[in-house]
């Protein structure tokens, strides 16, 4: 029988590949398949067959392949029965021998009335309201005919993630993702929900009803591929049992690695540093984009012991801080590193108060036997010591001293879940990261990748506005991770054609200007995705997406996170933000206090928007307002119409007190041309209070920046302060 199993598994995938079950494998060879290999079943019993509100029901589900039919004939009670559009019913057939079917035409409003008064009367039905199985290893879009029946019918919807099936020889992805015949796969009943009509316009309420169903489904995908209490180099082993071993998955200026080459490093090294630091649970990290930072976490990760990653860009007391908030007594770093990137002066100075390692003494410390036990435990698949499964990283200091934020793995993978869920990626795509993984949007830009089986390119400094655009050109780039100042230096600077394969810039850590996107749009045809997010929260809130975008605001909420607007006295449009969900941080660790348990919910700080669409445009941090003459002006605000004004992005602003108002604006620009008269007449001209035109213009070289590409308005407003300008 097992013969026989596998006989089928490797011969009729080819002529079922996204198309037809007919003649294929007989039911009783799927009713022994799923006992030998059944998929792991969540809160089916949400579905009842018996509805005591006497609504009709649908269940709809995301589809990556036909077998997700044969699932769901298999495990749903037995009175639902499939609706599907007539020219797809030949997918289904095998499933169709297992329960009752019915046939309806997309664009025919005859059928579509004929199958609404069906379910009004009782029938109740399986749906798969993408219509056609996924090409993306995500959600494509919703049709606007399943939407409808679901509003028009009034019935109660239970959205199912189905994860695993794409992995399977029978999915449309065999190009882009590697099939096993025998995958873990995952069906989740998600919390039932309805739709109700509301008086808007027929379109609109179309339009509304199949965003609503899109957020259940990506909802339902999350939670199915969802996992607790996870470590992170187990999910590097889990992703390599996958995509390969010998794929090479990473490359940095120097050299390739596959996931062997990645679990043997963190083996080797991981059995090294607990020699060498038996009792420490927390180590910093002060390295560069590179893949001997990537070993170097995993390894850490693999004792559990918690690394604190270190901004090198944020000077002595700074780190010194750091250390003394995480209660570091040990920092690895990098000889090399340290040398190119002359940190020299600022070694020593670490090396007053904790002990630095370089990782070359290490890897040359390792003896023939420890390497023979690295690859002992790479054969037999060791898995990680248990532990707290955290990682550390600093805020900038922006408020007093850094703060220590604390992310579980959990927090991590399902923040990387969120995101991919919404973006399509696949095995054939390349990330170029050229943000330090220091800052949250960097390190996701690293694990993302790892841990999804896209190809990844680590460039040490997003400083090389000239070098990147090439080396995206050299590596057939398809995914950019950027801050919307980097993005703006390598769109000046590259060659048209530099991303020619480039298919997504990824924006964030700051807000886009318009000037950006329009550059974006007009030299390279690209859409900036621009997102929002976190330090707090692994960082990722929301993004704009390739099917639900709109220019000027940073898109939709990922799944399974929760918000609310708190309002704020004197200001009347959004509210500050706060949020929760499963990528929202554990606590913080503060200097001399140690650690802060997080809130239910986090306050993100920001001042927001959120329109009828559901999109969330972000209009000032709730600190970065100037009150003058009794009068919230956002420096946010005048940030943008100075930028305009001037055309130009090298624009900052901060507030002083003082002035007749009580507070007073003051604009830092590198634009000769600016003018307290210039910028009065734009700013009322375009139909904007007085109050918002600067009370003084400082002229610089340049605007100095964090190492995350964002304005460092600590050191504008310190050194302005102190009379340095």
Sequence with gaps: MILSLAFFCYTYPNNLRGGSFVNSIPSYYHNFLF????????????????????????????????????????????????????????????????RKHMTFELDNPNSLREVMKKIKEGTNVIVFPE???????????????????????????????IEGTQFTPYTCLDDKLPQHSFPEITIYVDEAFSLSEDGKSSKNQKDLATRKISQALLRATFCARHRQGINLFDELLRTATIYGYNRQIIEDISQKATYKNLLMGAYALGDKLKKLFPTEERVGLLLPNSIGHVITLFALFRQNITPAILNFTMGPQGLLDCCETAELKTILTSKLFVEKAELSALIDKLSEKVNIVYLEDVKSSISITEKLQALSSYVQKRKAVQGKNQLILFTSGSESKPKGVILRHDNI???????????DLTAKDTLLNPLPMFHSFGLQGAFIPLLTGLNLYLYPTPLHYKAIPEIAYNIKATILFATATFLHGYLQNGHPFDFQAMRYFIVGGEKLKEETRRLSLDKYGLRPLEGYGCTEASPFISINTPIYYKAGSVGYFLPHIDY????????????????????????????????????????????????????????????????????????NLVEELV???????????????????????????????????????????????????????????????LGSGKTDYVSLQKNYAEGLY
């Design 413 to 423: 993978r399902a923040n990387l879940l969120q995101a991919v869920g919404v973006v």
């Design 35 to 98: 006992r030998l290999f059944p998929p792991k079943l969540i809160n089916l019993d949400r579905i009842k067959s018996s509805n005591n509100s006497n609504k009709p029901l649908i269940v709809m589900a995301n589809h990556f392949s036909p077998l997700d039919a044969l699932l769901l004939a298999m495990f749903l009670p037995q009175d639902f029965v499939f609706l599907v559009n007539k020219n797809r019913v030949s997918s289904y057939q095998e499933a169709f021998r297992l």
């Design 131 to 161: 219509d056609r199985p996924s090409m993306t290893n995500g959600l494509l879009k919703i049709y606007e005919p399943y939407a409808y029946i679901a509003l028009k019918t009034g019935a109660t919807i239970y959205p199912i993630g």
């Design 643 to 705: 930028a305009t004004c001037l055309d130009t992005t090298e624009v900052a602003t901060i507030r002083t007190s003082g002035g007749r108002k009580g507070e007073e604006i003051v604009l830092f620009t590198t634009s000769p041309q600016a003018t307290i008269g210039l910028l009065r007449d734009y700013i009322v001209k375009a139909g904007h209070s007085p109050l918002m035109v600067p009370s003084k213009i400082v002229q610089l070289e340049s605007i100095p920046l």
């Design 564 to 635: 609310r607007l708190e309002p704020i006295e004197g200001i009347e449009k959004g509210g500050k933000l706060f949020v929760r969900g499963p990528n929202v941080m554990e606590g913080y660790l503060l200097h001399g206090k140690g650690f802060v348990p997080a809130e239910e919910w986090y306050d993100c700080g920001d001042l927001v928007d959120i329109d009828a669409d559901g999109f969330m445009s972000i209009l000032s941090r709730v600190k970065r307002f100037a009150k003058l003459g009794g009068e919230m002006v956002s420096l």
